[in-house]
């Protein structure tokens, strides 16, 4: 079992930017990939990005091309976010996910961080 842990979330205006860790944490770590998610209110859960743990290529949902970048820390088994030019429509929950891949999907979730982006 892998257990995440989220940071770095708060309040900024349109325009700011934050940057959100994800720490894990377990007796062995070797993800596939992982990525984030986010969830605003009444709304499904949505893809945001991911990063491929070796080799470490980039996967962006189309909404935040060009605003956001995901990168990971294989020494710390931990991997980032880092949000420019934010816009009150990602105001939201974000959740980092693992998948150790075999068709699993990702299997293990933190506990969210909010992120809310004023006018």
């Known amino acids: 079992q892998v257990q995440l842990v989220e940071s770095g979330g708060g309040l900024v205006q349109a325009g700011g930017s934050l940057r959100l860790s994800c720490a894990a944490s377990g007796r062995t770590f070797s993800p596939y990939a992982m990525g984030w998610f986010r969830q605003a209110p009444g709304k499904e859960r949505e893809f945001v990005a991911a990063i491929i743990w070796s080799g470490g290529s980039t996967y962006y949902e189309d909404f935040v091309k060009g605003r956001f970048t995901i990168s990971r820390d294989n020494a710390k088994n931990t991997v980032y976010l880092q949000m420019n030019s934010l816009k009150p429509e990602d105001t939201a929950v974000y959740y980092c996910?693992?998948?150790?891949?075999?068709?699993?999907?990702?299997?293990?979730w933190g506990q969210g961080t909010q992120v809310t982006v004023s006018s």
């Open positions: 996910a693992v998948t150790h891949g075999g068709g699993t999907g990702f299997d293990s």
